[in-house]
């Protein structure tokens, strides 16, 4: 599906699900350089999943990628657990590689010990990864030229910092080595002045979905502990399930 929508500033922005990129594997180089091994993957996914920096706006709608290419939800809703999905991925993937690089280094004893817990998040990480790239929302994806780096970002400064009121300060979060968050405009609309200073303060009750705790957060807080609490939660306290499973079949 797709539909093309002209925004505020005349960009006309296609909206769709079905964006690729192209991927290659290797480069061959001899007289000339050779891509090898191309493949088309869905865009929006392979840019979440690999790209070095991901920087964000104040709802998670607008999100550039390494600098380079820019992804637009319609939905803010939408955005938020697109980023939680991601989060959780990149945390698994580098667990499970922490992981297995200590299972080559141990004894034969401990290695039976720890093994079921590589296979359980390998199983973990497959299943997440089979539903994150049949994710099926629709979004807007554009190369960003160099010239609109100078005015994509927000500006950093803190206006008035003699004053108390926290809501003017202008400050972007960094959730962890890859992710900025609150650090975009949010668009060129006259709207814009007010969300982006709203949207990033205003603090509302949520109930996180794998600790189940009822806590007071801003967009930052929450995927801040997002990050640090799903894979915990998803993670360990299905072992006993697992092991359930295994003993079955
Ligand atoms: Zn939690």
């Known amino acids: 599906s797709a539909k093309t929508t002209t925004s505020s500033n ?6 769709s699900n079905r964006h690729e990129l192209l991927v290659y594997v290797t480069l ?4 000339k350089p050779y891509i090898m091994n191309v493949m088309r993957t869905p865009a929006m996914q392979t840019l979440f999943l690999y790209a070095s920096t991901i920087e964000t706006n104040n709802d998670f709608t607008r999100i550039l990628c390494d600098q380079w290419l820019e992804v637009t939800f319609e939905n803010a809703e939408t955005a938020q657990g697109v ?3 991601l989060l959780l991925l990149r945390n698994a993937r580098d667990l499970l590689l922490q992981m297995t690089l200590q299972d080559l280094n141990k004894s034969i004893d401990v290695e039976l010990l720890s093994k079921p817990r590589t296979y359980q998040l390998q199983h973990l990480l497959s299943m997440k990864m089979a539903d994150f790239l049949e994710n099926s929302c629709v979004y807007a994806i554009r190369r960003v030229l160099s010239a609109e780096l100078d005015t994509i970002y927000r500006p950093q400064n803190v206006e008035n910092a003699d004053d108390d009121d926290s809501t003017i300060r202008k400050e972007s979060t960094k ?3 890859y992710l900025t ?3 975009l405009r949010s668009n060129d609309d006259q709207e814009s002045f007010w969300s982006e200073y709203a949207g990033s303060t205003m603090q509302i009750h949520w109930v996180c979905p794998y600790c189940n705790e009822d806590i007071l957060v ?3 807080e929450r995927v801040a502990h997002e990050n640090q609490c799903q894979l915990s939660c998803e993670y ?3 072992r006993e399930k697992y092991f359930r499973i295994k003993l079955v079949n």
Not at 28 to 31: K, R
């Open 175 to 177: 959730i962890n080595e």
């Open 28 to 31: 061959l180089e001899t007289n």
């Open 181 to 183: 968050y609150n650090c």
């Open 218 to 220: 801003n967009p930052a």
């Open 236 to 238: 360990f306290p299905s």
């Open 83 to 85: 980023i939680s999905s």
């Open 10 to 15: 005349n960009k006309k922005q296609v909206f």
